[in-house]
């Protein structure tokens, strides 16, 4: 099982330059995310999809947009790259709805540098 | 909404000795609440979770937390810890609504001595 897939691993960024992160699961979970990750705050919810064709609105969504273009994809572009979304960025899912399942599975993490 | 406050960034202690990792959450309506964690250059996994029911948890490793309605808190505890239980601690939580989106606090980061 690939579980949930996320690419790329590492990029590197100039300021305003666009980039899209991708992510798929193949576990038939309706909920995927999208966190980034910084030292001493946690992962912060940028943006989710509670199910195919519905996204929402996070903790920390400007500069970021989002589309879940089927159930299994869910990908996360930058406009125009600034340094303070240097980050690691995590994609997750899980099968909310069915509590006895709640449980987030992780993607492997991108680590993303804006000059 | 709901938001996570963990009160302890770093926490150390020595190897067998007792630790307890604090979470508070403030939210308006019932919720799932959840530990994951993060061992060094890895990614997070699911330590416990309380849905309904027992409000003593236990989950893997030997950790186990308690939920109180009251205090509105999910402390996370383990009664003798190991120089292998170094790692990050995140605290979570979910409304009941299948729509709810699941927020982490900003973690603890625990670590052994020997």
């Known amino acids: 099982n690939a579980g949930v897939t996320q690419t790329p691993k590492f990029q590197v960024l100039k300021t305003g330059q666009s980039m899209t992160l991708q992510c798929a699961q193949d576990?038939?979970?309706?909920?995927m995310y999208w966190y980034r990750q910084d030292p001493g705050m946690g992962l912060r919810l940028i943006y989710y999809?509670?199910?195919?064709?519905?996204?929402d609105k996070g903790e920390v969504p400007n500069g970021y947009n989002v589309s879940r273009l089927n159930k299994r994809e869910f990908s996360l572009r930058l406009e125009s790259a600034a340094p303070s979304q240097t980050s690691v960025y995590f994609c997750?899912?899980?099968?909310?709805?069915?509590?006895?399942?709640?449980?987030?599975?992780f993607g492997s993490g991108t680590q993303l540098s804006v000059l | 909404a709901q938001s996570v406050t963990q009160l302890d960034s770093q926490v150390p202690v020595f190897e067998e000795a007792p630790v307890e990792l604090r979470c508070n959450y403030s939210?308006?309506?019932?919720?799932?609440l959840f530990w994951y964690v993060q061992y060094p250059n890895q990614g997070l996994q699911l330590l416990l979770k309380?849905?309904?029911?027992?409000?003593l948890v236990k989950g893997i490793n030997g950790f186990e937390a308690e939920f109180n309605k009251s205090q509105t808190s999910f402390h996370l505890r383990k009664p003798s810890v190991h120089i292998s239980d170094t790692a990050e601690y995140f605290c979570?939580?979910?409304?009941?609504?299948?729509?709810?989106?699941?927020?982490f606090g900003s973690g603890t980061r625990l670590s052994i001595r020997p």
């Open positions: 997750a899912s899980s099968a909310t709805g069915t509590s006895t399942n709640e449980k987030l599975f």
């Open positions: 576990m038939n979970h309706n909920s």
């Open positions: 999809s509670a199910s195919e064709g519905t996204t």
């Open positions: 939210s308006s309506v019932s919720v799932y």
């Open positions: 309380y849905l309904s029911g027992s409000t």
């Open positions: 979570a939580v979910r409304g009941y609504s299948s729509a709810s989106k699941i927020i």
